[in-house]
């Protein structure tokens, strides 16, 4: 039996949520997606049974973490979605790169694919939760071991059930994904937190928002500049880190609704000529998603390994803080006076971004059929011509390259370097989260438009098919 | 006799935060409803916040 298949049995055995008999109605959705951002929430504030406050200064090196894997600190939901995300992605790099010979296809492929992850990330889900266990053993009473125990179950149980909170927003029951969901929510809370925040929570790297510093900076006519630039403490956040924020959430939204029109005439609509918009962000946010996924995990290994083998930990502390800027344990603001302080390390975390960012986004191509291959191929399945060719998948496919992968290229190359610089000016919720809030938020603007219309016209169920 | 092929159109694709999963198979043996879920994580949740309460460590 191949590991693929060990990972496959070890899916099909675990619990999982049973199919929507029919569809739900959209309020139906509505109410089954809050629900479980509202308990996801309620975790992310229970801490863990057994934790010391002395163990906070343990937790807060976890910035990345804490935007890409919707995770905090101490609590329930410390290791997020992490095992979910970093299952995935795996799992996606070893077939789009062919290491493991996957036909997506195929059914039973299919179904071994996501049966493989979930087996993959129920392991992560027991290795991280033993390890922060063992971690965090050192200032407790009881023995090393009843300690990671008793930390490992809580984590093991309440990560299981975030997974299966997502299973159930997934396979139909929700809308959307539990996933994007909860890292929506995750950044969102740290937004609020930056802007209306009335008191620091160190574990969770929250500062005193800017508008309540902002009232007490006026009532005691303290330093008003600090407040336009941050030019002191780590974490504080500033005029121009609010500006910038909303100025990129604009440009953002204006780069997602570019479309790149390609024109087609449709066999099944008498020949009428249309046009297939391509998303100029051809790979939306994956790049930036996939980089700081990397980065989240080595930042969450290396500090795992402290406790392990020192030696490691080096080695990942060097590696990991090319990821984060300004990087972690410094007293460098982040703000966009961090350009001032430590130039060499603003430039070699934007080289990190950008070549890994445009790796990933054109592996992303492969891995998810957006490639000019399978599009033309669904297009000719569609009975879908373009003007003035031929039928023919690899005439379209020939066609379709010219576009598809310069797109691709280039919407990885904007995404990252949008992320990049919104670091660099001290965004609030970090140049990722902002990327990812708005990317999730548009698309489920999309999906709610989508859901909808469906609702409102039941003839279009039929015409596409659903 | 040979199982027979689904037709190919619909796969439920899923991509959302960069994930790519598939939900047309079902080969899972142990399936829960989806109020269990919710159920449970509740439970799960006034479990450990009575432990911290009545028996801290």
Known sequence: ?466 | MPPTKKKKENIPLMSMAGLVRYYEEEHEKVKIDPKVVIIGSIVVIGIVIALSRLVPI
């Open chain 1, 1 to 466: 039996m191949s590991f693929m298949d060990s990972l496959a049995k070890l899916g099909q055995v675990l619990p999982a949520v049973t199919k929507p008999s029919q569809k739900p109605s959209l309020n139906q959705k509505l109410i089954w997606s809050i629900v479980a951002v509202a308990i996801y929430l309620v975790m992310s504030s229970v801490p863990l049974y057994g934790l010391q406050v002395s163990n906070s200064s343990f937790f807060s090196n976890f910035l990345l973490e804490q935007v890409i894997f919707a995770s905090t600190a101490g609590t329930l939901a410390q290791l997020g979605i992490g095992p979910i995300i970093t299952a995935g992605l795996i799992m996606q790099i070893l077939v789009g790169s062919k290491l493991i010979n996957m036909n997506l296809n195929d059914e039973e492929d299919r179904a071994k694919f996501t049966e493989a992850q979930k087996g993959l990330a129920f392991i992560f889900i027991i290795i991280e939760a033993f390890l922060f266990g063992f971690a965090l053993a050192g200032n407790s009473g009881l023995s090393r071991l009843d300690f990671a125990s008793i930390i490992a179950g809580q984590l093991i149980v309440a990560t299981y059930f975030i997974l299966l909170l997502d299973e159930m927003i997934q396979k139909g029951w929700g809308l959307g994904s539990g996933v994007s969901l909860f890292i929506l929510a995750g950044v969102m809370k740290i937004m609020f937190w930056y802007m209306f925040g009335i008191v620091t929570v160190s574990s969770q790297n929250l500062p005193v928002g800017f508008f309540p510093s902002l009232v007490s900076t006026v009532v005691s006519h303290g330093n008003i500049l600090d407040l336009i630039v941050n030019t002191t403490k780590p974490f504080q956040p500033d005029l121009v880190g609010l500006v910038s924020t909303i100025g990129l959430t604009i440009l953002i939204i204006y780069l997602e609704s570019i479309n790149i029109n390609i024109p087609v005439t449709s066999q099944k609509l008498r020949g009428i000529r249309r046009t297939i918009p391509l998303n100029f962000l051809y790979v939306s946010s994956i790049p930036v998603i996939f980089v700081s996924v990397l980065g989240a995990d080595i930042e969450l290994f290396s500090t795992l390994a402290s406790y392990v083998s020192p030696g490691v930990q080096r080695v990942l502390n060097a590696i990991d803080s090319a990821f984060v800027f300004p990087p972690p344990n410094t007293t460098i603001p982040h703000s966009v006076y961090a350009l001032v302080e430590d130039p060499v390390g603003a430039v070699v975390y934007a080289l990190v971004f950008l070549v890994l960012g445009i790796i990933f986004g054109l592996v992303w191509v492969e891995v998810a059929g957006l490639d000019p291959a399978t599009q033309a191929r669904s297009l000719v399945e569609a009975g879908i011509e373009i003007p003035g060719m031929r039928s023919n998948p690899r005439v379209i496919e020939g066609i379709l390259a010219r576009y598809i992968y310069p797109l691709a290229f280039f919407s990885s190359v904007i995404v990252t370097l949008i992320a990049v610089v919104a670091t660099f000016l001290g965004v609030y919720g970090t140049g990722v989260g902002l990327i990812l809030a708005v990317s999730i938020a548009m698309q489920y603007y999309s999906l709610l438009a989508y859901e909808r219309s469906i609702e409102m016209y039941p003839l279009l169920k039929r015409i596409i098919g659903e």
